[in-house]
């Protein structure tokens, strides 16, 4: 009796020593795949399609973190299987699990047909560490959205021609606007470009003043030349030369024409067409005075400057034309003409290269719109 109690426990113990080597040698078996499995899934984003339009097929691969791996490529208008084209892709989204051990890739293909069948799927194949691995089959069915009329054919109808789109004015609004703004700052940069070139301001100023008739301006230029008393001084050339000046001035706004730039013969030659022969020989002899004085160093006397003054108030007096009550109240006005310093100059032609490449964007903006309302 004892010896077989013995011989059992001695089987018990065995029997318990190889359940649990069964277990680990199971446990190990195990764990070794489960580290290194890799899994590929392919599927569609539905069962089927109408003709012409598109599906998508997502493939799914789950492997090792560190594992490489390769998924299938296409090209564009490669055909899967006869009846399906290949379209375009997704990039690949990388996604980690199991602390950074495991990864999941997932990709998506689109493709289309253009023939109504039940498509088969072959697998998808992807390369992990230069091991081949296939997803299952799929089956694709494409239809036509529509049913046709095969008895009465009257009915069919082929392709319509191109439409034109309808005139939209919200597509064109701002391609005119922006027209518009072009145009004015082309005009714009073409004026201070051309102010600056000419050194001209680019804002008129203009001064209004009241209108005095040309004899009394000149009367009063020549009560100046009395109150100075520079027909009594030695220098006749100073007093003669403000005088004829006068006289010249009173000529150029009494009859029009620019005496202060012509010669004494060529005044008295122009004034014979308007004025009388005893009027032009006295200021005939006092332009004479003049010259000599001016240009020969000619010598006069205090009484020859004192006549020569009278013939000028003369000369006026006789030739003067009164004004009427508008002409009175007309003012004149007056350009006034500042210089531009150095540095606004610099400001403005920054300014102008600033506006210029504004510019320029504008218009290739509207060129690029334009270009995409027209398409």
């Known amino acids: ?26 446990n190990c078996a195990l764990c070794i795949p489960s580290m290194a499995q890799v899994t590929v899934e392919a599927t569609l984003d539905s069962a089927g399609i109408y003709i012409g339009k598109r599906m998508g097929i997502t493939l799914e691969v789950s492997a090792d973190a560190k594992s490489i791996v390769e998924m299938p490529q296409f ?6 299987v006869p009846g399906v084209e290949f379209l375009n ?27 109504t069948a039940l498509y088969n799927i072959p697998p998808m194949e992807v390369k992990v560490d230069d091991k081949v691995h296939r997803s299952k089959n799929l089956g694709m069915k494409v239809i036509i959205p529509f049913e046709v009329d095969t008895v009465h054919v009257d009915s069919i109808f ?3 021609g191109e439409m034109e789109p309808p005139f939209v004015w919200e597509d064109w609004s701002l391609v005119l606007w922006l027209s518009i703004l072009s145009v004015i ?6 004026y201070v470009a051309v102010r600056l070139k000419d050194n001209k301001p680019i804002i008129k100023r203009i001064k209004t003043k009241k209108r005095i008739a ?13 109150e100075d008393k520079l027909w009594q001084s030695e220098d006749s050339k100073e007093y003669y030369t403000q005088l004829t000046d006068t006289i010249r001035q009173y000529i150029k706004e009494r009859y029009g024409f620019n005496a202060l730039e012509m010669t004494s013969f060529e005044i008295i030659t122009k004034l014979q067409e308007v004025n009388d022969e005893e009027a032009i020989n006295e200021l005939r002899e006092l332009f004479q005075t003049a010259d000599l004085v001016k240009f020969a160093k000619y010598s006069t006397m205090i009484n020859e400057n004192d006549r020569n003054l009278v013939t000028a108030i003369a000369y006026i007096n006789q030739t003067k034309q009164e004004e009427t009550e508008e002409q009175k109240a007309q003012p ?9 310093s150095q540095m606004t100059k610099r400001l403005l032609i920054a300014g102008v290269v600033l506006a210029a490449g504004v510019l320029m964007g504008v218009v290739g ?5 334009i270009y995409m309302l027209t398409l």
Do not use: W
């Not at 000149?218 to 009560?223: C, N, S």
């Open 75 to 80: 090209d564009s208008l490669q055909m899967i």
């Open 365 to 369: 903006y509207l060129c690029y719109r």
């Open 158 to 160: 082929g392709l319509k």
């Open 1 to 26: 009796m004892i010896r077989i109690e013995n011989r059992q426990c001695g089987q018990q113990g065995m029997g318990r020593v190889l359940r649990y080597v069964a277990f680990f040698i199971l």
């Open 332 to 340: 004149e006005e007056i350009v006034v003409v500042e210089p531009h």
């Open 214 to 226: 040309p004899h009394k301006v000149a009367m009063q230029k020549i009560e100046e030349i009395k």
């Open 185 to 190: 700052i082309t005009v714009m940069l073409i």
């Open 89 to 115: 892709g997704t990039p690949v989204d990388t996604e980690f699990v199991n602390d950074g051990k495991r990864m999941v890739l997932r990709k998506k293909y689109y493709v289309t047909s253009f023939d």
